[in-house]
């Protein structure tokens, strides 16, 4: 009386060929992965695509320590330099403080007199105008 083949006589139903075809997990194409990754600043949890920001464990404990916490200055000074140069990943929010833009970097390191050899070479430039 059933729509299945197989229900009068006691059988299993017939759950079509996707069924028994169907790839194992591993090899599925567009599974979902639910490991979290830490970001290294803020310490939440995230998926690992959510993770963009890169920098190195220095710039992320030096950016701790400037926020008064005394486990970064200890690790600063505790950690062997090859480790402290290692990456870590960082949330997007997070990547904004610790990675630094480049404009500010070359306001800061752009002096704000021109270097004495300019200032020469431009008066020696104005001088052959006039000749």
Known sequence: MGGWKGD?????????PWYTHRAP???QIGKV???????GVC?????P???????CWKSVLMKRAEWGLKEADEKLKKWAPTRLYNSVKLCSFCAQLVVPEAE?????????????ALL????????????
């Open 104 to 116: 500010i970097d070359m306001a800061v390191t752009m002096p704000t007199k021109p270097p004495a």
């Open 43 to 47: 310490e939440m949890y995230f998926l």
């Open 49 to 55: 695509y959510n993770l963009t920001g890169i920098a």
């Open 8 to 16: 009068e006589e006691g059988e299993a139903r017939n759950m079509g």
């Open 25 to 27: 997990v591993s090899q």
């Open 33 to 39: 992965n639910t490991k979290k990754v830490q970001c």
């Open 120 to 131: 020469t070479a431009s008066k020696q430039t104005d001088m052959s105008k006039e000749i």
